[in-house]
Nanobody, 124 residues
Framework: QVQLVESGGGLVQAGGSLRLSCAAS????????MGWFRQAPGKERVFVAA????????YYADSVKGRFTISRDNAKNTVYLQMNSLKPEDTAVYYC?????????????????WGQGTQVTVSS
């Protein structure tokens, strides 16, 4: 079992930046692939980014590639999502998730643990 708590969301103007954090507790953090997903109102939850347990591999949705960076600090049991050049279409609730699979997946059903989400709103 692992518990995830996101923070760092807020309101920002288009072109601005935010950094989301996700603190994990419970089982060994570096056993997990970590991912970020987002869900806009009335839409499905979609993949944003993921990172391997050792941070050597990362994977991004095309919509955020080049603007967002996922990273992790296993000593602090924390994963981050640095979001730059934000656009109004990035507005969503952002969720942190953990997966016991050894490979990185964009499939949300591969992730067994989820945080409560943090709201990101980008104004135009």
């Amino acid at each position: 079992q692992v518990q995830l708590v996101e923070s760092g969301g807020g309101l920002v103007q288009a072109g601005g930046s935010l950094r989301l954090s996700c603190a994990a507790s419970g089982r060994t953090f570096n056993d997990y692939v970590m991912g970020w997903f987002r869900q806009a109102p009335g839409k499905e939850r979609v993949f944003v980014a993921a990172i391997s347990w050792n941070a050597l591999s990362t994977y991004y949705a095309d919509s955020v590639k080049g603007r967002f960076t996922i990273s992790r600090d296993n000593a602090k049991n924390t994963v981050y999502l640095q979001m730059n050049s934000l656009k109004p279409e990035d507005t969503a609730v952002y969720y942190c998730a953990a997966s016991r699979y050894s490979s990185i997946y964009s499939d949300r059903y591969k992730y067994g643990y989820w945080g409560q989400g943090t709201q990101v709103t980008v104004s135009s």
